[in-house]
């Protein structure tokens, strides 16, 4: 058997995943910092966007998107689920972004919902640097983590909040805010799943 990845099981769980990401409301999922994110309309970078559900709703808050996802399956439906024209999708993937950085942009908002804890601990500390060059002076990141039983077929990590803070500090990211929270899907909250959701500030 080949040695799983970051992205292992969400092709193949890809069905099962619109079902259960479209169903669950991305007001509610977000609630807990939604009071934390810039005042539209800020280019957005949404990094593992999956169905395309958070980059839908984004959009309909107010703001652009350039959705990075790297599972092509997810990507090439997301993308005719969401056709809206605020949505630019793009093949990319942690840690390098390397289609990403080669746009040349700078984003004022970059979502990294559900993906860190994919990464092993060299691809974080890789991954930190590449992602706050990305970021507009000032610009908010928000990054949540997993906890608990790891599914079947998946690569996943139980990374710590501190470890988290600690990794973005060199890189001029400011812990804003930093909870711990159950999970808002039931069957994940019946398997005591929790999340740690991290919000950082770039320096000027």
């Given at each position: 058997m080949s040695a799983l990845t970051s992205t292992s099981g969400y092709a193949e769980?890809?069905?099962?995943?619109?079902?259960?990401?479209?169903?669950?409301s991305a007001a509610e999922t977000h609630a807990h910092w939604r009071n934390l994110f810039p005042v539209p309309p800020v280019r957005t970078l949404d990094i593992g966007a999956g169905t395309g559900r958070d980059a839908a709703w984004l959009v309909s808050l107010g703001h652009s998107v350039l959705a990075v996802e790297p599972v092509e399956t997810l990507r090439l439906r997301a993308a005719k689920l969401h056709p809206e024209p605020e949505i630019t999708w793009l093949e990319d993937s942690l840690p390098d972004l390397a289609n990403t950085h080669t746009r040349g942009e700078r984003f004022g908002m970059v979502m990294i919902n559900a993906v860190w804890m994919h990464l092993t601990m060299e691809e974080r500390a890789a991954a930190m640097g590449r992602v706050a060059a990305l970021a507009a002076p000032d610009a908010r990141l928000f990054i949540s983590l997993r906890h608990g039983p790891i599914p079947q077929g998946r690569r996943m990590f139980d990374v710590t909040g501190e470890?988290?803070?600690?990794?973005a500090a060199p890189h001029g990211l400011r812990p804003i805010s930093h909870i711990r929270k159950?999970?808002?899907?039931?069957?994940?909250?019946?398997r005591g799943v929790e999340w740690t959701a991290l919000v950082f500030e770039k320096a000027t």
């Open positions: 769980e890809a069905d099962d995943l619109f079902v259960r990401y479209e169903a669950l470890e988290t803070i600690a990794l159950n999970s808002t899907m039931a069957e994940n909250a019946a």
